[in-house]
């Protein structure tokens, strides 16, 4: 966020101003924000697969441990207790599933507003420069261009945002499922 205010605010006196020409300079921050963005949930993604993998590996072998555990362990009722145990964890894999779906229609829910917003306030600023282009000043032109910029770099950190919960979600999520394959 603070290098896309930065970038805007650089446009901004590279359009005012006829002295100082530091247009490139914006534009070179918004294209390694958009850079930055792609290398993050690239590395994102990748490491919370792995983890994901591991962790439905080690749960795995954590529930038959205790289910093999309380079946030999536990003279008396140690074959109701391990099947129990069973049926305990596939209840919270149900749970969390629930849940999980429930996490991610209240983070679309949550998201989807200033998406909105942001597309309404690029899509404005693109227009008004369109329709200035005859009638105004070429800085005031590209003015309203660097602002649509601006937006359109907001709106895909927005997206970038969204799209990182809701893979957090997903694979929570997921790793919950693959804990129950491995029983």
Not at 36 to 45: A, E, R
Not at 46 to 54: A, P
């Amino acid at each position: 966020m603070p290098l896309t205010l930065i970038a805007t605010a650089l446009g901004i006196i590279s359009n005012l101003s006829e002295k100082i020409q530091i247009g490139k300079l914006s534009k070179f921050l918004k294209s390694s924000i958009t850079w930055f963005l792609g290398l993050v949930i690239t590395i994102f993604v990748s490491i919370l697969s792995l983890e994901g993998t591991l962790t439905s590996n080690v749960d795995g072998l954590t529930a038959k441990g205790i289910k093999t555990t309380a079946s030999t362990l536990i003279p008396v009722v140690g074959k109701a207790l391990g099947d129990s145990v069973d049926m305990v964890l596939g209840s919270t894999a149900i749970l969390k599933n629930s849940i999980g779906v429930v996490g991610m229609f209240i983070i679309i829910g949550i998201c989807i507003l200033p998406i909105i917003k942001l597309s309404i306030l690029t899509i404005t600023y693109h227009f008004a420069g369109a329709i200035c282009e005859p009638i105004a000043d070429k800085k005031i032109v590209s003015l309203f261009e660097q602002m649509g910029g601006t937006f359109k770099v907001l709106l895909g950190i927005m997206f970038f945002v969204a799209v990182l919960l809701i893979i957090g979600l997903a694979m929570c999520i997921k790793i919950s499922n693959n804990t129950m394959m491995y029983r």
